[in-house]
């Protein structure tokens, strides 16, 4: 089956600077990629996401990367905020089989200090 | 719009005490559903979905159990449950992300 394997597991940046965080994936069938947000005491948040035909996606100040060759994928924060402090998720999935369910990375944990 | 409401947003039960938590989704029709759990704050464990009523694929073996009996209501379920049950539960739904619903603090005494 699916690996996601995520890192770090904790990043901490002062307000302004980029944050990244990267995914790897082990299926190469994987074609689904998204991004979720968690906060504090709720269900986590779908961000961004962007399906293996595509290298890039952008929106504000997230941005997603994914290199297909390298089975990795990336998260971009620019600009960071406070309320940007979070944990983050990763999966990657198969969207026509198994009710396209998803893997996910166990989860980076974003400080943005003031 | 979709909606995906979970309930009760916390739980605390004796061990041995059965387990009901109730998922709906609205504004969409024959929907993936899906039952995770997520433990010490993190790590998204698959536990059951359901691609339609009455059809259950459970990820892993353990105490617990599903059920769908309308197209937009899956049920988690334990008829006693243990210390190792106690986590944070969310349901969701899919079209290609997933929307997940507020979440369920079990907690198991």
């Known amino acids: 089956g699916e690996n996601v394997e995520q890192h770090p597991s904790t990043l901490s940046v002062q307000e302004g600077d980029s944050a990244v965080i990267k995914c790897t994936y082990s299926?190469?069938?994987?074609?689904?990629f998204p991004w979720y947000k968690q906060e504090l005491g709720k269900g986590p948040q779908l961000i961004i996401d962007?399906?293996?035909?595509?290298g890039e996606k952008k929106d504000q100040r997230i941005a997603v990367t994914l290199n297909k060759t390298a089975k990795h994928f990336s998260l971009h924060i620019t600009e960071t905020q406070p309320e940007d402090s979070a944990v983050y998720f990763c999966?990657?999935?198969?969207?026509?089989?198994?009710?396209?369910?998803?893997?996910f990375g166990d989860g980076t944990t974003l400080t943005v200090k003031p | 719009s979709q909606t995906i409401h979970q309930w009760p947003a916390t739980l605390v039960q004796p061990v041995g005490s059965p387990l009901s938590l109730e998922c709906t989704v609205e504004g969409t029709s024959n929907p993936n559903l899906y039952w995770y759990r997520q433990a010490a704050g993190r790590g998204l464990q698959l536990l059951f979905y359901?691609?339609?009523?009455?059809?259950i694929s459970s990820e892993v073996p353990q105490n617990l159990s599903a059920s769908r009996p309308q197209d937009r209501q899956f049920i988690l379920s334990s008829k006693k449950l243990l210390l190792s049950d106690s986590g944070f539960y969310l349901c969701a739904w899919r079209k290609y992300g997933y929307t997940f619903g507020s979440g369920t603090r079990l907690t198991v005494v």
């Open positions: 299926d190469s069938a994987s074609n689904y």
């Open positions: 962007i399906r293996s035909n595509v």
């Open positions: 359901s691609v339609g009523i009455g059809q």
């Open positions: 999966a990657a999935s198969i969207m026509t089989t198994n009710a396209g369910k998803s893997t």
